[in-house]
């Protein structure tokens, strides 16, 4: 029943084809860019890791400020203006790319994924603007279940693009998608005259703002401190895993596609499945069940060798990996006023990716000098930790769901 009202919700119609497009657009752009850069630069190490850094740099440098803006902006005029304007700078390469300056690519995944730090924190806020609170938590399972499917699939959709007909028809494909969004998120409500916008408070103002709500609410605190930890956790053992297959299994590297195989297909599953119990299961117990099964399972995971036991470990460490994020997704919303979730949701996002990353980079240097398993235990302590952090939220939110009972029958 609460599916079908779901999926009845104009907002979360057009919110789902939006992010269907956009996620076409942005899985053909990072493999096929990442392909072409590959072959014109063959194989070069600087120009692949500069990829990297011109997806995630602007994460770093522009979440926040995204967020800001997003609380001061209208979000669907943002979301629709970040499609276009990213469609209109990967059009843009074509000319580039056949006068022969093929580095006008790295501008266009700059310019794309600094575009997505403004239209990510709008969306979170159209979230909190038109879904109601009882259904946030099956709303943002329902989404996060699409980002799952394309973690299997855009990998294969990317190449497949790129392969068949090369850098040219897929830079079109990519700009189309992100067109076709834009229009997909012309059906989104209209949007409502924000009070932010009636205030003549400065952008620093704003920010500054930002971080004091997120200090004064403990819950939001504390979220913060458990994405930090789940971000360590998750990029230190994120690179390690072709080692996993070559030196614990001692098996070829290409069988490290079969552990990510069953991880993708837990995901999916997964987003199904906290979906089918966002009734019944709180977001704050939602998100410690899936830091405890990542706990155990990256415990399990180097305490065999063989293949056939590892990937349903992987299976169902991926089954439970989206508690986490849609735990986390919705106790923000639940807890965070429409007029700042842009800037809560821009404070907090970039705890768990710039740990993620920072642990990523470290996590080859940590290998040389330090076991396998060794890393993959300090990874599991840090979920641990994280698990630590939020079990007094489920406390907090046992006692809140049993006042809100007695109210209801006192009514």
């Known amino acids: 029943m609460q599916t ?14 939006a992010g269907l497009f956009a996620q076409i657009g942005i899985w053909v752009r990072n493999f096929s860019i990442l392909l072409y850069v590959m072959e014109i630069t063959k194989g070069d190490s600087f120009a692949v890791s500069m990829i990297s850094v011109a997806e995630f740099g602007p994460i770093f440098l522009f979440s926040f400020l995204g967020g800001a803006l997003a609380d001061r902006w209208r979000p669907k005029n943002t ?9 209109i700078s990967i059009f843009l390469v074509l000319p580039a790319l056949l006068l022969g300056g093929w580095r006008a690519v790295f501008l266009a995944l700059l310019f794309s994924a600094t575009l997505s730090q403004f239209s990510q924190p709008a969306g979170m806020k159209l979230f909190k603007i038109h879904v109601p609170n009882e259904h946030l938590q099956a709303g943002m399972s329902l989404y996060q279940t699409m980002f799952a499917i394309f973690m299997i699939l855009g990998p294969i959709l990317g190449t497949f693009v790129y392969q068949s007909f090369g850098i040219q028809i ?9 067109l076709l969004s834009a229009l997909s998120l012309l059906l989104l409500p209209r949007d409502v005259e924000s009070q932010k916008e009636k205030t003549e408070s400065t952008l620093r103002q704003d920010m500054t703002a930002g971080i004091r709500y997120v200090l004064s609410k403990r819950i939001l605190t504390l979220l913060g401190v458990c994405f930090l930890l789940a971000g360590l956790a998750v990029g230190l053992i994120q690179p390690l ?3 996993l297959v070559t030196e614990r299994l001692e098996l070829p590297k290409e069988y490290l596609q079969w552990l990510l195989t069953a991880s993708g297909i837990g995901m999916i599953l997964g987003g199904g499945l906290a979906m089918a119990v966002s009734k019944k299961i709180k977001p704050a117990m939602m998100l410690v069940l899936g830091m405890s099964l990542s706990t155990i399972c990256t415990v399990c995971i180097v305490l065999t060798k063989e293949l056939w036991l590892i990937l349903p470990i992987q299976l169902l460490n991926g089954l439970f990996l989206p508690f986490i994020q849609i735990g986390i997704n919705t106790m923000i919303l639940q807890n965070t006023e429409s007029e700042v979730v842009g800037r809560v949701n821009g404070i907090l996002t970039p705890l768990f990716t710039g740990a ?6 470290l996590s080859g240097m940590l290998k040389q000098l330090w076991f396998l398993e060794v890393l993959y235990y300090l990874s599991a302590l840090l979920f641990l930790a994280g698990v630590l952090v939020i079990v007094p939220l489920t406390r907090s939110s046992t006692t809140q769901s049993k006042q809100e009972a007695q109210a209801t029958s006192t009514n």
């Open 170 to 178: 897929s830079i079109v494909v990519m700009g189309a998608a992100f």
């Open 4 to 17: 079908t009202t779901l999926f009845r919700n104009r907002f979360v119609q057009s919110i789902l084809l």
């Open 241 to 243: 895993g072709i080692f």
């Open 79 to 87: 979301m629709i203006w970040c499609d276009i304007l990213s469609a």
């Open 356 to 361: 993620m990353v920072l642990t990523m980079s």
